[in-house]
């Protein structure tokens, strides 16, 4: 008898400026879902970097995803459908999220350079500069077939795209037409 496979929690990743948080938010609270952003689950040392304009490394990549992770367990323990941001910007990165959590759904956000160019550089108050988005880049590998994530075009409205990933969920037999898995 197979064990019951805890409610998903759907990763949406990219690199910064591809609308990870505003889609997650979106998405969360059409769903009535839990919500997190992976920057909350930063150090202080990485905020520290970052705020210095100092791209990560793989050394605070690695325990900043396993806080992320301890995250996702949580919620899959409490038995809560969710949604997180997180760059994920790598396959082993991805990889890591993925282990032992069959619940776990990726969604890969594809933005073109021009638009994620102009997004970084009109917001403000954000601890990632738009001078870092090319570490993020050079350090980026994108998703590939074999992995399963979703690769949905981030050019359209947030809504639009949060609604793409609904139907993906949709089409997985989780959400019923109509309605969030809560209160069924």
């Not at 520290?48 to 995803?65: F, G, T, Y």
């Not at 082993?92 to 594809?110: E, I, K, N, T």
């Not at 993020?136 to 074999?146: G, K, M, N, S, Y």
């Amino acid at each position: 008898m197979a064990l019951p496979v805890p409610p998903p929690v759907v990763v949406l990743t990219g690199v910064a400026g591809s609308g990870k948080s505003t889609v997650g938010k979106l998405l969360a609270s059409r769903l009535d879902w839990d919500w997190a952003d992976g920057d909350a689950f930063h150090s202080a040392e990485n905020l520290a970097k970052m705020a210095a304009r100092k791209p990560l490394e793989d050394a605070d990549r690695l325990p900043w995803l396993d806080e992320i992770g301890q995250w996702i367990d949580k919620e899959s323990a409490e038995d809560r459908p969710a949604v997180i941001a997180c760059s994920a910007l790598k396959r082993r990165y991805r990889d890591r999220l993925r282990a032992g959590r069959p619940q776990v759904r990726m969604v890969y956000l594809v933005v073109d350079l021009k638009t994620l160019h102009q997004r970084m550089t009109d917001r403000r108050g954000h601890m990632f500069h738009a001078d870092m988005l090319g570490s993020q880049l050079a350090a980026l590998e994108p998703p590939t077939r074999e992995e399963g994530v979703l690769m949905i075009r981030s050019a359209g409205t947030p809504e639009l795209t949060a609604e793409q990933i609904i139907e993906w969920e949709r089409l997985r037999s989780y959400i019923p037409v109509g309605g969030s898995r809560r209160g069924d």
